[in-house]
């Protein structure tokens, strides 16, 4: 499941930077890099950045099945594109219009997520 979430935030972040450069110019990775930390237009992935950081620290400290079902029900919910919606599903279902390596990788994510036990 982690290696799934990672690689789609990796999609996400690769489409964003494709997307960012359009518009911009080329960015030098350490430029993107702050930009992905205090641009409020990339500020939409911090929910799923925070919930990998959140999964990892609870199976990092072993907090048990029901910390990391809390975890794995949140990210269910965060993986729900919505073109219609707001945040973080609206933005993630224009990502997917954009890119299929993010519909791949949200596939992968998906299912992953939904093959673990919590």
């Not at 960015?27 to 930009?35: C, K, P, Q, W």
């Not at 919606?85 to 791949?104: C, H, I, L, N, T």
């Amino acid at each position: 499941m982690r290696s799934a979430l990672l690689d789609l935030h990796r999609a996400l972040v690769d489409s964003e930077r494709r997307e960012y450069e359009r518009v911009r110019g080329r960015v030098t990775d350490r430029a993107f890099l702050e930009a992905l930390i205090g641009d409020p237009e990339l500020a939409w992935l911090n929910p799923l950045t925070s919930l990998i950081v959140r999964l990892e620290e609870v199976l990092e400290e072993d907090l048990g099945a029901a910390a990391i079902g809390d975890c794995v029900d949140e990210i269910r919910k965060l993986l729900r594109p919505n073109a219609g919606g707001w945040g973080f599903q609206r933005k993630y279902a224009e990502a997917m219009q954009r890119s299929p390596e993010v519909v791949v990788a949200h596939g992968r994510a998906v299912a992953a997520v939904g093959r673990e036990e919590s």
